[in-house]
Structures are given as structure tokens and as C-alpha cells.
């Protein structure tokens, strides 16, 4: 009998868990749905990323390229271009998209950022 | 002995507490540890989950790409990922915000692509021949209607306006040399001690080559409609009458074509 109660306890304990976390993560969540370039999924990212070389095929800025890649999270901006083009290729983008994603990735291994000034 | 088991079997049943203390528990637990140890995370989103100022800075890049590629069909196939009813309006908008930060590159931009979301429109063309389609249905043709803005500006018509609702407001219309409205053309008023700066298309409700400026009676305005525009000195609200007799200050409508 006794055995039986602390088995049944325990047994509530975990169905009032499992409903905790349901609630909690589905019903309840506490964080916001609005979310970061960063936390877009990888075709929109490519997609960020096509936008970003479109610029800069017609600014040639790519200090301005780099601010925008920062966005998406990655430590080293070639490395969301790196990404963008594998999902390019899986998604079959058209060749002059290739060429301008290619073309992004090329100018931003030859830059070197501009260090900061610093006060004396 | 038989006396005491009878005496606990026929004695009220107690409900069994510990079951729904156990439950409360574990609840407690649960929310604990989804809401404060392990929040839910959201991750492969699309863009409408963007924050709104990430979403202002999505937009941005969405019009700086169509200035380099003139995609507009492009342009609006990511705008739409916004889910947004009114892109145009939005555009438009932000594009007043980013000049009033003094970012005249993004507001072009901005209310260029706003103006040209705007005029893009589904042209249904039916072929002048008798004979019908095979599956009786007209030849639908999408026409991106992109206006061409270089070349300087002349005004062509001027006229004031005594209507009691645009009371002293500046209206201006741009056409291309094409006789389209043109939109995202910097338009620079300038006056005693003032001077403002705004685009065509912000307001693709009325036209997209139109602009307006509310001008205070009594003051003069000089107007410049684009690089190397024709500049125009001396404007200012004319005296008009009401049907009444009471004077009020009138509105001036420009007309610029290329």
C-alpha cells in the first residue's frame, strides 16, 4: 500500500511535469516570436545574402557588405557567404546570381577591416 | 483484529490527495523550468518574424537591391515575405523617416521602391481579334510600369488653388518625358530662414509623382524638382475668397514634366 503511494506520487509528479513543459514551451512561451536576422532559416539567409552582394556589385562597399553580413550572426562575415552559396547551389539560383554571391565572397578576402582609431 | 478491519474498510474513503499534490508539483516544476531554465527559442524563421526594426532595416536592403538590379518582380516577391497589406504605405513612411534623419540615399531608395510597388499593376489585355481564345479566357500580361527620372524638370503648368481643403498647400506633380508620373525625385523648398527636403511617390494614394508642402501665407518659396531641375522663385499661398465673402490663404499646384 505504501509502496503503491509513492509510486503514484512519483507518477504525478511526472505527468504534472510533461504538462508543465507543454504548457510552458507551447501555450505559455516567454520569449518573443520576433526574432533576428540570424535566426532566419538558411534559404532566407541566402536570400540576405544575395541582397547584400546585389549592393555591393553596384557600390563596391564593402565595409558596408561586412555591417550587413554581421546581421546574420556568423563570426566571420565569408563564412554566412560560404553558407549562402551552398544553399544557392542546392537551390539551383541562376547563374548571375552565382556570379554575384562569388563575387562578394572574392572581394571580402582580399578586405581588410579599417582598425579603429584609438585615443591617445 | 476483525474489529479493526471492519472498523478502517467501513470508515469514509479519503480521496487520494497525494495524486493531485503530485501533480501540482510536477506543474510547478514544468513551468519552472520552460519559462525561466529552458525558454523556448525560435529559430528558421521567415522574415515576418523579424522584429520591427529589423524589419525597417530588411526593407532598406530590399530597396537598396532593387536601385542595383531594377528587379522590381524580385522586389516584390521579398517584400511580400514581410506579409505586409500595405508594403507601399510602409515604404513610403519609413522613407519620410530616413529623411528626417538626414539619410536622403536610403529615403530615394525607399520611396523609389515604394513608388514603383505601387504603380506595378496587372494589365489584362484582350487581343482586338474577333476570335476568341480556345479557352475563352483574355491574355493576361503583368506590366512593371518603371518610370524613367533623368533629365531636368521644366515646369509646365502653375496655377493656384482656392479650394478650402488644400489651404495653403503646395501640390506637385512630376511626369517623365513619357507623360508618366515619376517617382523618388528630390524635390528641395527653400525660404527665409528655412529649408526642406521630401520625394516624390510618398504619397502613391494620390499619384506617385506627386509630392506636397505646406506653405505658411505670407512667405515666399523657391523650389528645385531634381539635379539641375528648373528652380522656381517667388512661390506663396494666393489670397482667395470664400463663397461668403471671408479671405483665406490658397493652395499653388505645380506641374513639371522632362
Redesign the interface.
Known sequence: MRSW?IL??????????????????LL??????????A????D?KA??V???A??Y???GNLAAATT?LS?LGEDDPIQAVQAAILTAQDLGYAQADMQLLAGLFTGLQTYTPVPLETQP | MDDDYLERDEGPRQP?W???????????????????VI?????????V????G?KG??RL??A??Y???QDLARAIS?IS?LQDPTAADNLAAQAQQALSSGEEQAARDLAGLAAAISTYSVVQVTTADPTPPVDGTPAVVQIPTLMPTAGPFLVVDRQPVCDGATSGLLQIELRDREGYPAPGVQINVTWDGGVDTFFTGLKPAISTGYADFQMTPGVSYNLQVGEGGETLTAISAPDCTDASGNAYAGGVKLVFGQ
Open positions: 503511494r503514484g506520487f512519483g507518477l504525478a509528479i511526472v505527468i504534472g511535469l510533461v504538462a508543465g513543459l507543454l504548457a510552458g514551451w505559455f512561451p516567454t520569449a518573443d516570436p520576433a526574432t533576428s536576422p535566426d532566419l532559416r538558411a532566407y536570400d540576405y544575395l541582397m547584400t546585389e549592393i556589385h553596384q557600390d550587413r546581421e | 487520494p497525494f495524486l493531485l499534490t503530485g501533480v501540482i508539483v510536477g506543474l510547478l516544476i514544468g513551468l519552472l523550468i520552460s519559462m525561466l525558454p523556448v527559442k525560435y529559430k528558421d524563421t521567415a522574415p518574424a523579424l522584429t520591427d529589423d532595416s530588411y536592403m530590399i537598396q537591391a536601385r542595383a538590379n521579398r515575405l
